[in-house]
């Protein structure tokens, strides 16, 4: 039974990859923040009350800012594969907390290569490395973009994910590790943070609905994005680590649609009508500096691991407007 560690266990991509993993048949390992507040959500149904018994993944507390929880991790647990998906994920907000953004996506992707580097002199054993890039990278590089894309990185958060890119290169050229970049471009679902664009639309849609909202209030809605279902990119990233040796690959659809266009197929399959009428432009959520167009080349992951996507815009939008009308119909019912 192979074993996989996963930093950033509890977020969207995090939760969907615990599923899969188990599924394959993996000891699954995940690494959580201590807080007050539980914030589980997502994974509650793989690990129920650990007195009832039937556990399927174990829990540690850790953190990517702390080098020792790191290494005392990887050491105890002795994993196959590691899956780094911790970070201060969103881009807006990265302009207001650069440095906290910087050391947990920067610097907390060094201390797990480090951690990992140290683990294998240590034991000998081989640790696969798995490290959450980004298309944010990219910035005002025009499309598409793919793994030879220079980068141009428009946000304190896109400048992480780019130190921690050539990082994780770096580590893997200098003592020979099987060490990996998902370059992935934005994968939605039901399970999304709710400061993101696309559950800030699909939410607030289903508040509208239910007669609790009025309006939206969003930013630059001409920004294109390649929208993809991130069930299917965590498949992505374990076939990565499937394979014969290492290397870095583009993830995404190899379209691009505005958030003008999800708007307007949103509040198609949600039957309200004209959406102009329940948005409105707050300043306060525009960049600094725009990413303006997205859209993933995949020609080396489609030839090389035989990855691509299944679920189109139209059915990605579907599923999550779907999923937050029942949902809020379902609370309050309660």
């Known amino acids: 039974m192979k074993k996989a560690l996963i930093t950033g266990i509890t977020g969207q991509d995090g939760s969907y990859l615990a599923e899969f993993l188990l599924d394959k048949g993996y000891e699954v390992h995940g ?20 007195h009832q ?22 050491y105890n647990i002795q994993p196959d594969e590691i899956y780094n998906l911790a970070a201060q994920s969103h881009v807006r907000v990265s302009f207001d907390i650069p440095e906290y953004t910087a050391n947990t996506v920067a610097l907390g992707t060094i201390r797990i290569l ?7 002199c240590v034991s000998g054993k081989k640790v696969k490395f798995y490290q959450a890039s980004s298309s944010e990278m990219f910035g005002s590089t025009p499309p598409p973009q793919n793994e030879l894309t220079v980068f141009h990185p428009r946000s304190p958060y896109g400048c992480s994910k780019v130190f921690a890119y050539h990082a994780t290169v770096n580590y893997r050229e200098a003592y020979n ?38 309006k939206i209030y969003l930013g630059n809605l001409d920004a294109r994005r390649d929208w993809g279902y991130a069930p299917e990119y965590v498949e992505a990233m374990w076939m990565m680590l499937q394979a014969e040796k290492p290397s870095d690959y583009v993830v995404g659809t190899g379209t691009s649609h505005s958030i003008r266009d999800f708007l307007k197929e949103a509040f198609i399959v949600a039957g309200l009508g004209d959406w102009e009428s329940f948005v409105e432009i707050d300043q306060r959520y525009f960049r ?18 035989g990855w691509e996507p299944k679920t189109s815009f139209r059915d990605l939008v579907k599923i999550m407007v779907e999923h937050d009308i029942k949902k809020l119909m379902r609370e309050n019912n309660e």
């Open 31 to 50: 690494v959580v923040r201590r807080s007050s507040v539980f914030n589980r959500s997502r994974i509650e149904h793989l690990h129920p009350d650990t």
């Open 53 to 74: 018994g039937n556990v399927r993944i174990t829990l540690h507390y850790g953190d990517v800012t702390d080098s020792s929880s790191l290494f005392s991790l990887i």
């Open 114 to 120: 480090d951690a990992i580097r140290n683990f294998e």
């Open 177 to 214: 590790m099987f060490a990996v970049n998902g370059i992935l471009f934005n994968h939605e679902s039901p399970r999304r943070g709710e400061s993101f664009v696309t559950k800030k639309i699909t939410r607030g849609i289903a508040r509208i609905k239910a007669g609790l909202d009025k």
């Open 288 to 305: 600094p500096t725009e990413v303006e167009d997205l859209i993933a080349d995949i020609t080396k992951i489609k030839n090389d691991l």
